[in-house]
C-alpha cells in the first residue's frame, strides 16, 4: 500500500541553526500537505502543496514538493524555540471511485536547544 | 466556532471492558476520520468516513468499530479493550472536493489507558 518515509526521525539543534525534515512516497502524489504537533497538542496543519516542483514559503519556513511529486522537504531557518515539536507530512493519492487517501509520514520531533 | 471536540479527554480502562469515544465538528465538513498516534508510529487510520452514512477501515481496525450518527458525530467503540489499544485517539474531520481532500482538522485528543 501507500507509503510515506519521513527523515529524520529526531533532530536537535542549538537555537539559531536551520533544520530541514525530508518526505519521500513510493508513489506520486496528488498532493501534500505538511501539520505540525506541538508537545501535548494536535496536529495543526500548515501548507499544502500541489504542484510539481512547487516552493511556498511561511516566513522561516520554505516548503517545496518535487518534480516527479514524490518527495517534499520543510526548511525551517534560524530556529526558534516557539518551533519546537513534531512535523508530519502527509501524502495524498486517488483511493478510486472519486475518493483520496491521506497517509502521514511518521514524523521529525524537532528539539531547540537554547 | 468549536471546530472538533473530543470526549472524554483522558479514560483508563480495564482490560475487556468497553467504551466510547465521541467526536463532533461544527464546520460543515463531509468527511471525518479516527487515527491513533502511538511513540515512533506517527498517525495510523484506524477508520474513515468519506460523507454521512459511509464508513471505511484504515491501516488499523481491527478491534474497533465506528458509527457515522450524522453529519456533525462520529464516534469510536472499543467493544473489548486490551492493552495493545493504549494510545492517544485523534479524531479529524476535512472537506472534500473534486481536486481530492482539504486539510485536516483535528480534535485535541483522547489518552486512553488499557490495564
Known amino acids: 500500500g501507500q507509503q510515506v518515509m519521513q527523515i529524520p526521525q529526531y533532530q536537535h539543534v542549538q537555537e539559531g541553526e536551520d533544520f530541514t525534515t525530508y518526505c519521500n512516497s513510493s508513489t506520486t502524489l496528488s498532493n501534500i500537505q505538511w501539520y505540525k504537533q506541538r508537545p501535548g497538542g494536535h496536529p495543526v496543519f500548515l501548507i499544502q502543496?500541489?504542484?510539481?516542483?512547487e516552493v511556498k514559503k511561511q516566513k522561516r519556513l520554505t516548503f517545496q514538493f518535487g518534480e516527479a511529486k514524490k518527495n517534499s522537504s520543510l526548511h525551517i531557518t534560524a530556529t526558534q524555540t516557539t518551533d519546537v515539536g513534531t512535523y508530519f507530512c502527509a501524502g495524498l493519492t486517488p483511493s478510486g471511485a472519486g475518493s483520496y487517501q491521506l497517509t502521514f509520514g511518521k514524523g521529525t520531533k524537532l528539539s531547540v536547544i537554547p | 466556532n468549536a471546530g472538533v471536540t473530543q470526549t472524554p479527554k483522558f479514560q483508563v480502562l480495564k482490560t475487556g471492558q468497553s467504551m466510547t469515544l465521541q467526536c463532533a465538528q461544527d464546520m460543515n465538513h463531509n468527511s471525518m476520520y479516527w487515527y491513533r498516534q502511538d511513540p515512533g508510529m506517527g498517525l495510523r487510520l484506524i477508520y474513515y468516513s468519506a460523507s454521512e452514512g459511509t464508513t471505511d477501515k484504515g491501516e488499523v481496525p481491527n478491534g474497533y468499530n465506528v458509527s457515522r450518527l450524522n453529519k456533525r458525530e462520529f464516534s469510536l467503540r472499543l467493544e473489548s479493550a486490551a492493552p495493545s489499544q493504549t494510545s492517544v485517539y485523534f479524531c479529524a474531520s476535512s472537506e472534500s472536493g473534486t481536486g481530492g481532500l482539504y486539510e485536516q482538522y483535528f480534535g485535541p485528543g483522547t489518552r486512553l489507558t488499557v490495564t
Open positions: 502543496l500541489v504542484k510539481s516542483g
